[in-house]
């Protein structure tokens, strides 16, 4: 059961109305990393959790955390769009300023929304469940999750360098601080997993049955030798069980595919037609 709490958990009230920076905050909104994306998967993960209650637990308080800052970001989004000029193309034509802002603005603000928020990124695009993931396996998901809030903070930041209206300034700065917590919560989060299963997910398919002689192997597939400098190249592996092996390109433990003819009802390509330009065209007779 969810309550819900008319006060918003942070104010987001702009200084001024600006329907381009409205249109920018819907990215961080309903974009891949926005917070309908995080708020989705972190319950998801949650109800479909068949273990720890400590673990649903921190799924579910954050996942509904992110429902507030869903609520912060649409109310922003529609103060920035007050006062916005919709419909006046001619004034536009004669005014620069003016122009501007139509020219930038998302239209859809103006037709689809009545000057609101929408579940859509700053292009338009509607957001789509194929942004989440919730496997069942917390280890895969925890390191999903901050992957998600990573990069939720990094557009956060360039947001906040790319406006200065105070307002907007003061909610990302909010945002930004909660995105900190929360890449240091799911870290401290994968770590304690790490410490039970090691890193490997997941780690309850039986080792012997991995092909094991590839298991540590690096595979130089580029130009150049760079990338046997790094601590993937050599050394103790990171789950502590083997040791990295560098290879200046990859071993090829296969055969040369050979494939059968496809039957006469496919009409492929004839198998014995030579390559090259000498052969005869095949006789229809």
Do not use: C
Request: negative net charge.
């Amino acid at each position: 059961m969810f309550y819900h709490i008319k006060e918003l958990q942070h104010e987001a009230r702009p200084s001024r109305p600006d329907p381009i920076m409205a249109r920018q905050l819907q990215e961080i909104l309903g974009g891949q990393y926005g917070e309908i994306s995080v708020a989705m998967q972190y319950l998801f993960q949650g109800w479909n959790f068949r273990g720890s209650d400590k673990y649903r637990d921190l799924l579910m308080d954050v996942g509904t955390e992110e429902l507030a800052h869903i609520e912060m970001l649409a109310t922003m989004i529609s103060r920035l769009l007050d006062g916005a000029p919709v419909g006046d193309q001619e004034k536009a034509v004669k005014d620069p300023a003016v122009g501007a802002i139509l020219g930038g603005m998302n239209p859809q603000h103006a037709i689809v929304s009545g000057l609101g928020a929408m579940p859509a990124d700053s292009n338009g695009n509607r957001w789509t469940a194929d942004y989440i993931g919730a496997s069942g396996n917390l280890l895969a998901d925890f390191r999903a999750n901050l992957t998600a809030e990573s990069q939720g903070r990094l557009q956060a930041v360039r947001l906040y360098e790319a406006t200065s209206d105070p307002g907007v300034k003061d909610m990302l700065s909010f945002l930004i601080a909660r995105d900190t917590m929360h890449q240091n919560m799911w870290k401290a989060a994968i770590a304690e997993l790490e410490a039970q299963e090691n890193i490997v997910v997941p780690s309850t398919f039986p080792r012997e049955l991995e092909k094991s002689q590839v298991a540590y192997d690096f595979y130089n597939l580029s130009e150049g030798e760079e990338s046997s400098k790094g601590r993937w190249a050599h050394g103790k592996s990171m789950d502590g069980l083997s040791s990295f092996k560098y290879y200046s390109q990859a071993p090829a433990y296969g055969t040369k595919p050979s494939l059968k003819p496809a039957p006469k009802y496919t009409h492929d390509t004839l198998p014995n037609i030579r390559s090259g330009s000498d052969h005869e065209p095949p006789n229809n007779a």
